[in-house]
């Protein structure tokens, strides 16, 4: 019930899936009611923070980003995100060098391992829940997702694609960071061969390659060697994008979240109609109650780059 942040920095290296340029990453350890804060450093020395909530996240399709106001970005931070939130940290720095952050293998794997080794800190401050008092849903190009009361925080995230690799895939269950660590953090992000080698042409997703990223071949087949790491990886991997984007909520939802055919715009859609709507929610810290609205920046725009291959 309490508020948590990281017991001490941890370093992440990699490259970027879209830039293919090398990343550094540390997530430092922030006082209580800081929230997630990105720390961009840009080549002029300058640096930008950037809160990690929804009123800064643009609608997108391909990753999940989020900028300032004058327009500095940082791109692909759902893997991240997710981890966080699964791991119940509400405070942190996260200090980057680069518009992206590290790919690592594709998935938020690599992240979990070195928070659990780390390890988390309790802070004086209780924790604040975003609980859901009726159904919210929005559609977007036959895609649909809403949120509906629960009293713990669950996913249920359906996929259809005309895909023999994929099909119809479906996946349930409450976020707790045991599970996933389990059931989801190994899930890689995917994309197919014909998109890959298009974008390569244009310049994107110069960072991906079969180490960080599940390829789909034109016959539907799976490219790498070693297959998938679950049967049903695909949606396991949707689901865990969708709990990246469901952390730009600025605070831990009590409800469901359900989505059928959905992807990052479709999440960031959902999560905007829920905030927006005050009758829809009320701000708790267990046990007590609190009645103040849930605290995010006014909408801002930001003008975001178009990114590579839908990186599932």
């Not at 991240?80 to 518009?99: R, T, W």
């Not at 036959?142 to 099909?167: M, Q, S």
């Not at 016959?219 to 790498?224: A, E, H, L, R």
């Not at 959902?270 to 905030?275: I, M, N």
Request: hydrophobic letters at 45%; glycine letters at 8%; charged letters at 25%.
């Amino acid at each position: 019930m309490y508020q948590q942040t990281i017991a001490a920095q941890i370093a992440f290296d990699g490259i970027g899936v879209h830039s293919g340029r090398p990343v550094s990453l540390v997530l430092v350890p922030a006082e209580a009611d800081t929230g997630i804060v990105f720390r961009r450093r840009l080549d002029d020395g300058s640096v930008r923070d950037i809160e990690a909530v929804s009123a800064n996240a643009p609608f997108g399709d391909l990753s999940t980003v989020i900028g300032s106001a004058d327009g500095v970005t940082i791109a692909t931070i759902e893997h991240l995100m997710a981890a966080l939130y699964a791991a119940g940290i509400d405070n942190a720095i996260v200090e980057i060098d680069s518009g992206e952050t590290p790919i690592m293998d594709g998935c938020a794997a690599q992240f979990m391992v070195a928070i659990d080794e780390t390890g988390l800190v309790s802070q004086p401050v209780k924790r604040r829940y975003i609980r859901v008092l009726k159904t919210v849903s929005v559609e977007h190009n036959g895609a649909r997702a809403e949120y509906r009361p629960h009293n713990t925080t669950r996913f249920e995230i359906e996929i259809d694609f005309d895909c023999a690799a994929i099909g119809r895939q479906t996946y349930a269950g409450d976020l707790t960071a045991e599970r996933f660590k389990g059931e989801l953090s190994k899930a890689r992000t995917f994309g197919f061969m014909k998109d890959v080698e298009r974008l390569w042409a244009a310049g994107f997703a110069l960072g991906s390659s079969l180490e960080n990223s599940v390829v789909i071949d034109v016959d539907g087949g799976i490219v790498n060697p070693d297959g998938l790491r679950y049967p049903d990886e695909f949606v396991r991997h949707k689901a865990l994008d969708a709990i990246g984007d469901q952390a730009l909520a600025g605070a831990r939802i009590l409800g469901c979240y359900a989505s059928h055919r959905g992807g990052h715009r479709l999440n960031a859609m959902a999560l905007r109609a829920l905030l927006e709507d005050r009758s829809a929610y009320e701000i708790v810290e267990l046990p007590a109650r609190r009645t103040d609205p849930v605290r995010h920046a006014p909408l801002v725009a930001v003008a975001a780059p178009a990114y590579g291959p839908q990186m599932l």
